[in-house]
């Protein structure tokens, strides 16, 4: 019975997925960076829906981003407030798990490949929270799946509407998705199919899509998100073994990451060395042309454009698992290939696991408390003084304070509602009267921002807290933990501009 279960594909992908839903399962608060604000998002919606007049924010119903937050609206309705943002990332991170292993069972590749393929699941885009991104590759590996045949560049009405609506998805779900959907129906139709005629036929079907993109670029390129490109890591950089490793994972700190990224690269030079005299006959070249085509976006484009950082990065985990399904397996026995995979895998979903878990003990210490302690519809300034923490990579802790905003509502020193692509924006540009960017860099708060808030959200060391409960103008709510609240008390005597922090 058991062997039987771990050599069919639906039950290895089946423990893939109870694996990659581990750290989830395992935590209340992930550190995945933007899951508040987008969590924030749907009490924005819901209040927005029930006073639409009185409102200062209105609906984007047709924004290209909209897809996640059905995701996130649905998990907000059966789970409630606390759990939406946690478990709607962790929907997507099993969609793509179930399309890593439906595509390769579609085009006949190695269940094993597709279970070490699931490691890259957990990697630096669920860490920062990039949700729209992320509900993006399960649909263009459907995309895939479609285009990769040849008879889909000729047209028949049937197959027309069927392109038409994919690439919808692929749109509502980030509009890169979509640009990098039509490269690879452009190349795989010039360079595997070698039917250039058939390309522009394929490419004619989704005519629709260039005009909705014609009509709401220019309102995206004017906004507060248009920013030119900005190289931090040049092409040589990303190829070293670190970088390699940290943008297809990057996720947590210790050596998980790369022992698995190891694992998985031995097991793909062993294959192409064992199959070394077949090659042509191996290799699945769809899945090669689209992991090249993300490995070379992920070395050349840049760190951040228009507002959207990790621009290039966030295309590696894609690369490999194409890369990973494009190779043959190694020749083993199927019960001892799946077992290995299988293995490595759930050793690495443990290892997030536990990371996650010191993350919330140790990072998350007083949140939970200083939210219970903060009254509804307050207006709530977060400043996190640590940037990074001690078990997983990037800045888990900028976003935190919209939690507030998620679980009491009222407002926010910083709000996604700023961000011109999000579902729920400001019916007219937002001027805030206090410093701006302090999600990124507090030490730029000035005791005059106090003004305009009724509490203060602070995360910091005990020294931090200990300058900060000195003022005058705060009353601390909460006394331990990382993470406290401070009551802001009307001005007395005269102005003050200089901040402790």
Request: aromatic share 14%; net charge positive.
């Amino acid at each position: 019975m058991i062997q039987s279960f771990l050599l069919s594909r639906r039950g290895l992908a089946f423990l893939c997925c109870l694996f990659a839903a581990a750290p989830f399962l395992a935590v209340s608060y992930p550190p995945i960076t933007d899951l508040p604000q987008h969590s924030a998002q749907i009490r924005l919606f819901l209040d927005t829906i029930a006073n639409p007049e009185g409102s200062p924010y209105r609906i984007q119903w047709l924004t290209p981003y909209s897809l996640s937050y059905l995701i996130m609206g649905t998990s907000w309705a059966v789970f409630g407030p606390m759990d939406a943002g946690r478990l709607a990332m962790l929907t997507i991170v099993l969609l793509w798990v179930i399309a890593i292993h439906g595509v390769a069972s579609g085009r006949n590749r190695a269940a094993a490949s597709a279970c070490l393929a699931s490691a890259f699941v957990l990697n630096h885009i669920v860490n920062w929270g990039f949700y729209s991104f992320g509900v993006g590759f399960p649909i263009f590996c459907l995309w895939l799946a479609l285009t990769a045949e040849k008879q889909w560049l000729q047209f028949r009405p049937g197959r027309a509407t069927v392109l038409l609506g994919v690439g919808l998805l692929l749109y509502t779900s980030h509009v890169l998705w979509l640009a990098v959907g039509l490269l690879w129906l452009a190349l795989s139709g010039l360079l595997l199919h070698r039917d250039p005629k058939g390309t522009v036929v394929a490419l004619s079907c989704l005519a629709p899509l260039f005009v909705a993109v014609w009509f709401w670029y220019p309102m995206f390129s004017e906004s507060s998100m248009a920013t030119p490109p900005l190289w931090a890591t040049g092409p040589l950089d990303r190829l070293t073994l670190s970088e390699l490793t940290d943008s297809a994972l990057g996720g947590i700190k210790g050596p998980a990451e790369l022992a698995v990224f190891g694992l998985i690269a031995a097991w793909i030079v062993v294959g192409l060395y064992q199959n070394r005299s077949n090659l042509r006959d191996t290799i699945d070249w769809s899945f090669l042309l689209a992991g090249l085509m993300f490995f070379s976006l992920a070395v050349f484009l840049p760190d951040k454009y228009m507002n959207t950082i990790r621009f290039g990065q966030r295309w590696m985990p894609p690369a490999w698992i194409m890369l990973v399904l494009a190779f043959p397996a190694p020749a083993l026995r199927p019960i001892l290939g799946h077992a290995m995979a299988l293995t490595v895998v759930g050793a690495f979903c443990t290892a997030v696991a536990f990371a996650w878990l010191s993350f919330e003990r140790t990072d998350m210490s007083g949140l939970k408390q200083s939210l219970e302690a903060l009254p509804n519809s307050s207006r709530v300034m977060g400043l996190a003084f640590m940037r990074h923490s001690e078990s997983v990579k990037g800045w888990p802790f900028i976003q935190a304070f919209a939690y507030a905003q998620v679980l009491k509502g009222g407002t926010l020193n910083f709000s996604f509602a700023e961000w011109s692509p999000c579902l729920v924006v400001h019916k007219v540009p937002f001027r805030r009267p206090w410093t701006g960017g302090l999600e990124w860099f507090p030490e730029r708060v000035q005791l005059s921002d106090l003004d305009h808030f009724d509490f203060l959200l602070v995360f910091g060391p005990e020294e931090i807290h200990e300058r900060w409960a000195k003022l005058s103008r705060l009353s601390p709510v909460t006394r331990t933990g990382r993470w406290r609240l401070y009551r802001v008390l009307q001005q007395q005597g005269g102005p003050q501009s200089r901040s402790p922090g």
